[in-house]
């Protein structure tokens, strides 16, 4: 079965640091999306990659899947203490587009001000 | 657009009691998710609905859980009896033609 592995598992950063999230696949990606967590909050849409070699870019955050589209980076550009939160990577579920989704296990960030 | 609504936010019972836990979509979707989320396990699929059926269950623990979506606009999960093991966070999501899922606030579930 297709498995999402995210790294690192967490990171701590200085405020106003770049970092980077990367999330991949065992099986190619046919849709990649990444959310964002606040404890004890729902998940936050962010963006949604379809195309190998996709990038979008929202604000500071920048999501980019390869051209193999077996893996996907998620990078924040000088970030704040409002970006911190939990990062996950979710997956079409075996190829499939109805937007049943598995989840990678999240990267939890820190942002030091 | 209100989002996603669930209801309760949280809930404390007792093992052995009945817990139903409800949802209602982001009108005009037509896909809605439940998910369950633990430390240990993370983010787990329980079911899904496409256009009010359910398409797949196969996430669902054990046939002590149950969903059901009447109609496009409200949705229940229901645990009967509940166990402690079923403490976690339950969220409901809805999408529409699978252009990312919504997520609501979530459930916080603790089961004694």
């Known amino acids: 079965s297709q498995e999402l592995e995210q790294s690192p598992q967490s990171l701590i950063v200085q405020e106003g640091k770049n970092l980077t999230i990367n999330c991949t696949s065992s099986k190619t990606l046919y849709g990649l999306y990444w959310y964002k967590q606040k404890y004890g909050e729902g998940l936050i849409f962010l963006m949604m990659l379809q195309k190998g070699g996709e990038e979008k870019s929202h604000e500071k955050i920048t999501a980019k899947l390869d051209e193999k589209k077996q893996q996907s980076s998620l990078h924040i550009t000088a970030s704040q203490p409002s970006h911190a939160g939990i990062y996950l990577c979710?997956?079409?579920?075996?190829?499939?587009?109805?937007?049943?989704?598995?989840f990678g296990k999240g990267t939890k960030l820190s942002v030091k001000p | 657009d209100a989002g996603v609504i669930q209801s309760p936010r949280h809930e404390v019972t007792e093992m052995g009691q009945e817990v139903t836990l409800r949802c209602k979509p982001i009108?005009?979707?037509?896909?809605l998710f439940w998910y369950r989320q633990t430390m240990m396990r993370g983010l787990e699929l329980l079911i899904y609905?496409?256009?009010?059926?359910?398409?797949?269950d196969s996430g669902m623990p054990e046939d002590r859980f149950s969903a059901k979506m009447p109609n496009a606009s409200f949705s229940t999960l229901k645990i009967q009896p509940s166990e402690p093991r079923d403490s976690a966070v339950y969220f409901c999501?809805?999408?529409?033609?699978?252009?990312?899922?919504?997520f609501g606030p979530g459930t916080r579930l603790t089961v004694l």
């Open positions: 009108s005009g979707h037509n896909s």
């Open positions: 979710g997956a079409d579920r075996n190829g499939g587009s109805q937007g049943n989704l598995i």
């Open positions: 999501a809805s999408s529409f033609a699978g252009r990312g899922q919504y």
């Open positions: 609905f496409n256009n009010n059926v359910p398409i797949d």
